[in-house]
């Protein structure tokens, strides 16, 4: 079965703290096979994991969320991307104290590729990306 | 077998990242020819391209159908008509979604068996349009 939509996450954590997932959904899709966060998930300090949603359904984007927790609070990953439309990177949901950076490439539209990093806030910096 | 007595082949060009998804798809006149007719769900992969052949082998019918095809940017529609009699009142229509465009060429060598070439692009910025001036 094709694989009409695509969103491939690439999340680096480079912060000192391990981050623990709390929550997960597609609202859209599915995840891809192997490439599906679980509850209880860790992603240890200064690591990187890649998660992945995929529709096969057409008329259908693909779209999902990722709550991950950590001793300074919550940081909600969240993506959409319509069958037809624009791609969308929820900003929202950063834990304090941290802050995340987000490149995203949509060089291919159907198959989008966002790399996500999150970073503790230096002295004087304000959390604006979250 | 038959013969064919109009024939109209649409080829797509993909020349861009779009992947391209065939969603709807008819024959008003005459039937789909080989390979294969189109199937909803049907891929025109980026940088690739399709074909499909439309055509009639009965005396007095012409061709015409229509495409729909889906991107992220939105539809593509492509539809053409050929009559039996009077080829030269052929016509045919392409509409692509803003940020994309097209180009339109034809075979008519033979004039009953037409091959109808749309390569698809994306659309010139004005400022790429005129460093290329």
Redesign the interface.
């Known amino acids: 079965m ?1 694989v ?2 695509s969103v491939r996450v690439v999340f680096q954590n480079s912060t000192n703290q391990v981050l623990t997932v709390q929550g997960l959904a597609t609202l859209r899709g599915q995840w891809t096979d192997k490439m599906a966060p679980r509850q209880g998930d860790e992603v240890p300090p200064q690591s990187a994991v890649t998660w992945m949603t995929e529709s096969t359904t ?2 259908s984007g693909t779209g999902a969320f990722v709550r991950l927790g950590s001793v300074h609070g919550y940081t909600r990953l969240s993506w959409s ?5 624009r791609f969308d990177f929820g900003p929202e949901g950063c834990a304090e104290g941290l802050r995340k950076e987000v490149v995203i490439d949509d ?5 989008v590729v966002v790399f996500c990093t999150l970073h503790d806030m230096r002295r004087g910096e304000r959390g604006d990306d979250c | 077998m038959q013969m064919v007595l109009r024939s109209m082949d649409v080829v797509l060009q993909n020349n861009t ?3 391209l ?1 065939v ?1 709807s798809f008819e024959v008003l006149r005459g039937d789909w020819g080989p390979p294969a007719p189109p199937r ?2 049907d ?1 025109v992969e ?1 940088q690739s391209s399709a074909k499909w052949l439309n055509l009639s082998t009965q005396e007095g019918v012409g061709v015409q159908g229509f495409l729909r095809i ?6 593509i529609d492509i539809s053409w008509n050929m009559p039996f009699f009077d080829v030269s009142r052929r016509t045919q229509h392409v509409s692509v ?1 803003p940020p994309l465009d097209y180009l339109i060429s034809f075979n008519d060598e033979n004039i009953d068996l037409v091959v109808m070439m749309i390569t698809l692009v994306r659309r010139r910025e004005a400022s790429e349009t005129t460093a290329t001036r």
């Open positions: 094709p009409y939509r057409i008329g991307l319509p069958w037809v439309g060089k291919l539209p159907d198959a | 990242n779009e992947l998804t969603e909803r769900g891929v980026k889906g991107c992220t940017k939105g539809y979604p």
